[in-house]
């Protein structure tokens, strides 16, 4: 039997080496405007992100169709107000107003269709003018911004939008708290995608445009919900902007994965001219294949609307999940019908990224969501504000749960206007993220905020008006007012002694959560802490770090407290996944798993040693096994050995012809599935030294090697770094193809290395980068981001596609040149034609596209003969020191 076993996991293994070979190749597409185009619906969105004007500061009359913007920067969206250093704490941002002026030609074919202009987002207060004339004003800087244009457009010649926006502090709209008293950066700009959509003039709405309770749009629901047959309940918003009645039929067609039709219903529709209506239809689905986080199935749900000749009129894809997700009290969390089997753990996640802010592209988003997913995470709190579309899409596709939240953080205005500007945040939220199966719970509380008695039960009736069917549930921190409306409390284990707040006692009727886990301030002025931990301060912080995390000395709500909680708490979100900007203090918060830049810590390691052997190979960034060795042999580095893996054996060599350790991991072993290994007292320098004095440094190493059924099926290798000599580049892209849209962003890192490639953590080089062809530096000497220190042996950079496709050639040298300088590198990427098409003047487009074009001089990176004459006088240096020694 036992042989059967170790078979059948040898064939998981396999499986999910195939896998992971697949998947490597796949390139995730992104939702536009909240939905997937099709062809022959007479629906297009088209992309309004490249070739904008722009200019920071007051600027009078700047809406005015002729006023002069020549001499204004030439940006593409998403943008930010600025290039941040990579710290950017304390409140360095700018704050106040700016300007966007985008010119274009509208389309001929756009003549008689309905047009929409669809901001994802713009910070703070905004204006949107059209041709001169105010089309839209909004509070508010995390959802759709959305303004109808169709008769403010004049064709066959220059069309001017004007946004005016100001992310200066508002008490009048949430989050309402001034930015040097937040502790989130929420910075500024047209941050997220703009989108125009163009349809005909019979079409599905936009939720988020229509004040439509439960409405607007398309709204998929679920009755019952089993392995033999879900019930999925369609509503469709349509309106009919044309001077005829129109009848027709909505139809719905429900595809699996491989195109198949698995359901599909239809509706007749009868629509005066100048009205909208709501209609409703349902669709039964025979053995679904039904999404969970680890197998995170969606189907494509085609929508059309045809007219009374079977002609095409309006229609769009969306992806869909079915699932059903309930919270029994003291019986927890069950997912589709079952109980889910082990506690969720997950992580919050600002929005920020380093250098670039808010203004993220699409692509970083889904990148974001894949790294955390590969960490064995499977909930992410949206901490404090609906995020981008794209890791919406992102979290649907690779399975993470998502806890969406309401703009909001301990802050509350008496004033009728702050409450009013609360609910619609609310109701908009819901609209907008109602058809992902990844949204797991809303909360539509403000976090950590003394509201007033009535606020939290007026929530609850909002999202019960917005989502009127099952499966919703909301959460509610257990000490604020109001928590008697919510079934689903946010506290800390019982076992988890010492957090802000612990439930002494437990109503069989609630089920437990808690939001934020893992930061252990000293106060909240200071906030020493030994959880935040910069990347850069090396192994023994990062070390203590991961031991925090996992399982302190002392007691505190850690991954092993959440799973030794019974089954009515069912997990908790870190706070938080990355290092971010914050506004009151000065320092970044540090006590990410991974830096600002995305780059690993330990933590990051300790929390894919959670992940279990059999995860879904689909979703892991290397193999569902691993073993990691968080120990870098330098002269400073610890004498215990610390190791994480999720392999139930891990047998470590110290030395060739050395010894070797071996640990198994305990059968009853309570708490989270992988404890941290410790070998104890097993690096000494003096052992290195010895073998490199007899020159054997080859023989110098640390093995690690993860078993499971006693097969080796994951392995790790760690030499000491010797004499700088290179340096190496990579592409951080998460196997994801960058696109030539002007928006599209990868980060390459530098390393210093020996001759053999191991990175020289302790460097204090400086690196400068260089950069020719399709792309820019999102970089500069101001924020101190090129030239840049290494730090812990790298040095990352932004690179930003221009609107061709094309290669890309990124150099890093240091920043000194002297004889024995590490040598330069070099590498290339290469840019892919973009999906879809875009609006932009092409006069501006061609000027921006020239702007970004950058050469660097020809020098070669191969090691040539006076190289190689160095290093033999090397040789000279080493016997004479040897000898006098």
Same mark, same amino acid.
């Given at each position: 039997?036992?042989?059967?076993?170790?078979?059948?996991?040898?064939?998981?293994?396999?499986?999910?080496?195939? *896998?992971?070979?697949?998947?490597?190749?796949?390139?995730?597409?992104?939702?536009?405007?909240?939905?997937?185009?099709?062809?022959?619906?007479?629906?297009? *969105?088209?992309?309004?992100?490249?070739?904008?004007?722009?200019?920071?500061?007051?600027?009078?009359?700047?809406?005015?169709?002729?006023?002069?913007?020549?001499?204004?920067?030439?940006?593409?969206?998403?943008?930010?107000?600025?290039?941040?250093?990579?710290?950017?704490?304390?409140?360095?941002?700018?704050?106040?107003?700016?300007?966007?002026?985008?010119?274009?030609?509208?389309?001929?074919?756009?003549?008689?269709?309905?047009?929409?202009?669809?901001?994802?987002?713009?910070?703070?207060?905004?204006?949107? @003018?059209?041709?001169?004339?105010?089309?839209?004003? &909004?509070?508010?800087?995390?959802?759709?911004?959305? *303004?109808?244009?169709?008769?403010?457009?004049?064709?066959?010649?220059?069309?001017?939008?004007?946004?005016?926006?100001?992310?200066?502090?508002?008490?009048?709209?949430?989050?309402?708290?001034?930015?040097?008293?937040?502790?989130?950066?929420?910075?500024?700009?047209?941050?997220?995608?703009?989108?125009?959509?163009?349809?005909?003039?019979?079409?599905?709405?936009?939720?988020?445009?229509?004040?439509?309770?439960?409405?607007?749009?398309?709204?998929?629901?679920?009755?019952?919900?089993?392995?033999?047959?879900?019930?999925?309940?369609?509503?469709?918003?349509?309106?009919?902007?044309?001077?005829?009645?129109?009848?027709?039929?909505?139809?719905?067609?429900?595809?699996?994965?491989?195109?198949?039709?698995?359901?599909?219903?239809?509706?007749?529709?009868?629509?005066?001219?100048?009205?909208?209506?709501?209609?409703?239809?349902?669709?039964?689905?025979?053995?679904?294949?039904?999404?969970?986080?680890?197998?995170?199935?969606?189907?494509?749900?085609?929508?059309?609307? =045809?007219?009374?000749?079977?002609?095409?009129?309006?229609?769009?894809?969306?992806?869909?999940?079915?699932?059903?997700?309930?919270?029994?009290?003291?019986?927890?969390?069950?997912?589709?019908?079952?109980?889910?089997?082990?506690?969720?753990?997950?992580?919050?996640?600002?929005?920020?990224?380093?250098?670039?802010?808010?203004?993220?592209?699409?692509?970083?988003?889904?990148?974001?969501?894949?790294?955390?997913?590969?960490?064995?995470?499977?909930?992410?709190?949206?901490?404090?504000?609906?995020?981008?579309?794209?890791?919406?899409?992102?979290?649907?596709?690779?399975?993470?749960?998502?806890?969406?939240?309401?703009?909001?953080?301990?802050?509350?205005?008496?004033?009728?206007?702050?409450?009013?500007?609360?609910?619609?945040?609310?109701?908009?939220?819901?609209?907008?993220?109602?058809?992902?199966?990844?949204? @797991?719970?809303?909360?539509?509380?403000?976090?950590?905020? @003394?509201?007033?008695?009535?606020?939290?039960?007026?929530?609850?009736?909002?999202?019960?008006?917005?989502?009127?069917?099952?499966?919703?549930? *909301?959460?509610?921190?257990?000490?604020?007012?109001?928590?008697?409306?919510?079934?689903?409390?946010?506290?800390?284990?019982?076992?988890?002694?010492?957090?802000?707040?612990?439930?002494?006692?437990?109503?069989?009727?609630?089920?437990?959560?808690?939001?934020?886990?893992?930061?252990?301030?000293?106060?909240?002025?200071?906030?020493?802490?030994?959880?935040?931990?910069?990347?850069? @301060?090396?192994?023994?912080?990062?070390?203590?770090?991961?031991?925090?995390?996992?399982?302190?000395?002392?007691?505190?709500?850690?991954?092993?407290?959440?799973?030794?909680?019974?089954?009515? &708490?069912?997990?908790?979100?870190?706070?938080?996944?990355?290092?971010?900007?914050?506004?009151?203090?000065?320092?970044?918060?540090?006590?990410?798993?991974?830096?600002?830049?995305?780059?690993?810590?330990?933590?990051?390691?300790?929390?894919?040693?959670?992940?279990?052997?059999?995860?879904?190979?689909?979703?892991?960034?290397?193999?569902?096994?691993?073993?990691?060795?968080?120990?870098?042999?330098?002269?400073?580095?610890?004498?215990?050995?610390?190791?994480?893996?999720?392999?139930?054996?891990?047998?470590?060599?110290?030395? =060739?012809?050395?010894?070797?350790?071996?640990?198994?991991?305990?059968?009853?072993?309570?708490?989270?599935?992988?404890?941290?290994?410790?070998?104890?007292?097993?690096?000494?320098?003096?052992?290195?030294?010895?073998?490199?004095?007899?020159?054997?440094?080859?023989?110098?190493?640390?093995?690690?090697?993860?078993?499971?059924?006693?097969?080796?099926?994951?392995?790790?290798?760690?030499?000491?770094?010797?004499?700088?000599?290179?340096?190496?580049?990579?592409?951080?892209?998460?196997?994801?193809?960058?696109?030539?849209?002007?928006?599209?962003?990868?980060?390459?890192?530098?390393?210093?290395?020996?001759?053999?490639?191991?990175?020289?953590?302790?460097?204090?080089?400086?690196?400068?980068?260089?950069?020719?062809?399709?792309?820019?530096?999102?970089?500069?000497?101001?924020?101190?981001?090129?030239?840049?220190?290494?730090?812990?042996?790298?040095?990352?950079?932004?690179?930003?596609?221009?609107?061709?496709?094309?290669?890309?050639?990124?150099?890093?040298?240091?920043?000194?040149?002297?004889? &024995?300088?590490?040598?330069?590198?070099?590498?290339?990427?290469?840019?892919?034609?973009?999906?879809?098409?875009?609006?932009?003047?092409?006069?501006?487009?061609?000027?921006?596209?020239?702007?970004?074009?950058?050469?660097?001089?020809?020098?070669?990176?191969?090691?040539?003969?006076?190289?190689?004459?160095?290093?033999?006088?090397? =040789?000279?240096?080493?016997?004479?020191?040897?000898?006098?020694?």
């Amino acid at each position: 039997m036992k042989h059967c076993t170790n078979l059948l996991r040898l064939l998981c293994f396999c499986l999910v080496l195939c *896998a992971v070979s697949a998947f490597a190749s796949y390139q995730p597409r992104f939702s536009t405007a909240g939905f997937y185009q099709l062809p022959e619906t007479g629906r297009s *969105a088209y992309s309004m992100n490249p070739a904008w004007r722009f200019l920071r500061g007051k600027m009078p009359g700047a809406q005015s169709v002729d006023f002069e913007d020549k001499d204004w920067k030439l940006v593409s969206l998403p943008h930010g107000l600025e290039l941040l250093p990579y710290e950017a704490s304390g409140c360095i941002n700018y704050q106040g107003e700016a300007w966007y002026r985008k010119h274009f030609t509208p389309q001929e074919e756009w003549k008689g269709k309905q047009l929409f202009l669809h901001f994802e987002a713009i910070m703070g207060k905004s204006k949107v @003018w059209v041709n001169g004339q105010l089309v839209k004003e &909004h509070f508010g800087g995390f959802l759709p911004v959305i *303004a109808d244009i169709t008769s403010y457009l004049r064709y066959g010649q220059d069309n001017v939008i004007a946004v005016w926006t100001d992310n200066s502090d508002d008490p009048s709209y949430p989050p309402g708290k001034a930015q040097d008293m937040l502790d989130f950066a929420y910075l500024g700009g047209i941050y997220r995608d703009c989108w125009l959509v163009a349809h005909n003039r019979v079409y599905i709405t936009d939720p988020n445009y229509e004040e439509e309770v439960a409405g607007g749009g398309l709204f998929v629901s679920f009755g019952n919900i089993s392995d033999v047959e879900a019930q999925v309940r369609l509503d469709a918003h349509l309106r009919n902007a044309s001077s005829a009645m129109f009848t027709g039929k909505l139809i719905y067609r429900l595809c699996d994965k491989d195109g198949k039709l698995v359901a599909m219903t239809e509706k007749n529709v009868k629509l005066r001219s100048g009205k909208a209506q709501q209609l409703s239809a349902e669709m039964k689905v025979q053995q679904p294949h039904l999404w969970e986080p680890d197998s995170p199935y969606l189907y494509d749900l085609f929508v059309y609307v =045809k007219d009374r000749n079977g002609d095409t009129v309006d229609g769009y894809r969306r992806r869909i999940g079915i699932r059903s997700i309930e919270f029994k009290g003291k019986d927890g969390f069950w997912l589709n019908g079952k109980p889910y089997p082990f506690p969720l753990i997950g992580a919050n996640r600002h929005q920020d990224f380093a250098v670039i802010g808010n203004a993220l592209p699409n692509s970083l988003h889904w990148r974001d969501a894949k790294k955390l997913r590969d960490a064995g995470l499977r909930v992410i709190r949206n901490a404090h504000y609906p995020q981008d579309p794209a890791f919406m899409d992102a979290c649907d596709e690779l399975g993470l749960f998502v806890i969406v939240n309401t703009p909001g953080w301990q802050f509350w205005n008496e004033e009728p206007v702050f409450a009013r500007r609360v609910y619609s945040d609310i109701r908009n939220m819901v609209r907008r993220d109602r058809n992902h199966p990844s949204v @797991w719970i809303w909360e539509p509380i403000l976090n950590e905020t @003394w509201y007033p008695e009535d606020f939290a039960c007026n929530v609850v009736n909002i999202l019960k008006e917005e989502y009127p069917y099952p499966y919703c549930y *909301a959460g509610c921190d257990v000490t604020a007012k109001g928590h008697e409306y919510f079934p689903v409390h946010f506290t800390h284990p019982l076992n988890g002694a010492g957090g802000a707040f612990n439930t002494d006692t437990m109503d069989p009727k609630i089920s437990y959560f808690t939001r934020e886990w893992g930061d252990n301030v000293d106060d909240w002025n200071s906030h020493n802490s030994p959880s935040r931990v910069y990347r850069g @301060w090396g192994e023994v912080p990062m070390l203590i770090q991961a031991q925090g995390y996992a399982k302190p000395s002392y007691q505190y709500t850690c991954y092993d407290a959440l799973y030794r909680t019974s089954r009515q &708490h069912v997990g908790g979100c870190l706070w938080h996944s990355f290092d971010h900007q914050r506004g009151y203090h000065p320092d970044p918060f540090y006590g990410g798993i991974m830096d600002a830049f995305r780059q690993p810590k330990y933590s990051y390691y300790m929390f894919c040693s959670q992940r279990p052997v059999q995860e879904n190979p689909a979703l892991i960034a290397e193999n569902g096994p691993m073993v990691y060795i968080a120990h870098a042999m330098t002269p400073f580095s610890p004498k215990d050995i610390t190791v994480y893996s999720n392999c139930e054996e891990v047998r470590l060599t110290y030395c =060739k012809e050395g010894k070797t350790f071996t640990y198994r991991k305990p059968a009853d072993e309570q708490g989270m599935p992988s404890p941290i290994i410790t070998f104890p007292g097993v690096f000494d320098v003096m052992d290195d030294k010895a073998l490199s004095r007899e020159a054997k440094q080859a023989d110098s190493y640390l093995l690690a090697e993860g078993l499971v059924g006693g097969k080796v099926v994951a392995t790790h290798k760690v030499e000491p770094a010797r004499r700088p000599s290179k340096l190496v580049l990579w592409v951080d892209n998460e196997g994801v193809d960058m696109v030539a849209d002007g928006s599209d962003i990868v980060t390459v890192v530098a390393a210093i290395t020996d001759e053999k490639g191991n990175i020289k953590r302790l460097n204090n080089g400086m690196i400068k980068f260089e950069i020719e062809g399709e792309g820019r530096l999102v970089a500069d000497e101001r924020t101190f981001t090129n030239p840049r220190a290494i730090s812990w042996g790298t040095a990352p950079v932004l690179v930003q596609s221009t609107t061709v496709p094309g290669k890309i050639r990124v150099r890093a040298s240091m920043c000194w040149q002297g004889i &024995h300088t590490p040598q330069l590198a070099e590498i290339e990427i290469t840019t892919h034609p973009a999906s879809g098409e875009w609006i932009a003047d092409q006069e501006e487009l061609n000027l921006l596209h020239s702007v970004q074009k950058y050469r660097i001089e020809h020098q070669s990176v191969e090691v040539d003969n006076d190289n190689r004459q160095k290093k033999m006088r090397l =040789k000279e240096v080493e016997k004479q020191q040897s000898d006098f020694e």
